[in-house]
């Protein structure tokens, strides 16, 4: 089994920065992509950022020329630099693994990211 721990999440003012971090283990072997989702309150989950196991990236519109994600295989670790927050961006943020052969996702249990003046 996969177990995604995420760390980084906090209060921030509109304009600042954050970087979130989310660590994997156990069984991780066959992960192919990871990515960020996000829960903001009353709202449905969505996909914030995603990247392969190779470095393909994509985002949400939402985000896109603020956000980027990275990923460091050897230390089985994804990070989100999060600039220019805004209020809309509040939300819990959830990590995620993608484990295709089985057609498995793994989710963290979140951390709060909290953008305000």
């Known amino acids: 089994q996969v177990h995604l721990v995420e760390s980084g999440g906090g209060l921030v003012q509109p304009g600042g920065s954050l970087r979130l971090s989310c660590a994997a283990s156990?069984?991780?072997?066959?992960?192919?992509?990871m990515g960020w989702y996000r829960q903001a309150s009353g709202k449905q989950r969505e996909l914030v950022a995603r990247?392969?196991?190779?470095?393909?990236?994509n985002y949400a519109d939402s985000v896109a020329g603020r956000f980027t994600i990275s990923r460091d295989n050897s230390k089985n670790t994804v990070y989100l630099q999060m600039n220019s927050l805004k209020p809309e961006d509040t939300a819990v943020y959830y990590c995620?693994?993608?484990?295709?052969?089985?057609?498995?996702?793994?989710w963290g249990e979140g951390t709060l990211v909290s953008v305000s003046s």
């Open positions: 995620n693994a993608h484990v295709p052969a089985y057609d498995i996702d793994y």
């Open positions: 156990g069984v991780i072997f066959n992960i192919n992509a």
């Open positions: 990247i392969s196991r190779l470095g393909v990236t």
